[in-house]
């Protein structure tokens, strides 16, 4: 599926649901709305950060982290082709800096773990790290706010990394937090999957 059918512009096009990331999007584009504050905790390429520029509109801001200047620099590259480096703040930090930047009140907060497509496979997130990360971004969470986590088991680090998230995910208060798991039943255990936190209103 070529780039711009798989993405599009925000809320224009369907996209298949299979896999983490995807999945991810449809949640995001339920939540977020123009003028609204989001995060994307590691940029990577830039596709989950202009999603969230589109969704967000020139009325808006997204923080976008990542720790690799090649990541920054492709996602600034892809933003500026779309049109939406303007409500875009680009941060070369680790996520687990986030609450440093980004201010309360966010709609909605991205994750997306493991390595850089294309890049090192070798420089994976690191659990303490995220989940360091995570407990920051359910912080600055509006009520209504949204946290997904595209979450990998088949490279070496991503279970223990996983592991750690859905332990971090288990123990939040039911009273003031939604958490859900979702995994393809008809996939390989070692299929990306996504855990979704919601900030009760």
């Not at 920054?72 to 680009?90: C, F, K, M, P």
């Not at 994976?124 to 706010?145: E, F, K, M, R, Y």
Request: some cysteine.
């Amino acid at each position: 599926m070529s780039f711009g059918g798989q993405l599009g512009k925000a809320g224009n096009k369907a996209e298949s649901l299979r896999g983490a990331v995807p999945l991810s999007h449809y949640f995001l584009r339920e939540r977020v709305r123009p003028g609204d504050l989001a995060l994307d905790a590691t940029c990577g390429n830039g596709l989950d950060t202009l999603l969230l520029a589109q969704l967000v509109g020139e009325g808006g801001t997204v923080w976008a982290f990542d720790v690799q200047p090649r990541a920054i620099a492709a996602t600034r590259n892809l933003l500026e082709r779309e049109g939406s480096l303007a409500q875009v703040r680009l941060v070369e930090a680790g996520h687990e800096r986030v609450a440093e930047f980004v201010p309360q009140g966010i709609t909605a907060a991205a994750f997306n773990l493991g390595y850089l497509p294309g890049g090192d496979t070798s420089l994976i997130t690191d659990p303490a790290n995220t989940v360091s990360a995570l407990g920051q971004a359910a912080q600055l969470l509006a009520p209504g706010g949204i946290v997904t986590i595209a979450l990998y088991t088949g490279h070496a680090g991503g279970p223990e990394e996983a592991a750690a998230v859905e332990g971090w995910a288990a123990a939040l208060h039911p009273g003031r937090f939604n958490v859900w798991r979702h995994r393809q039943l008809n996939r390989p255990d070692t299929a990306p999957y996504l855990v979704l936190i919601e900030r009760i209103r």
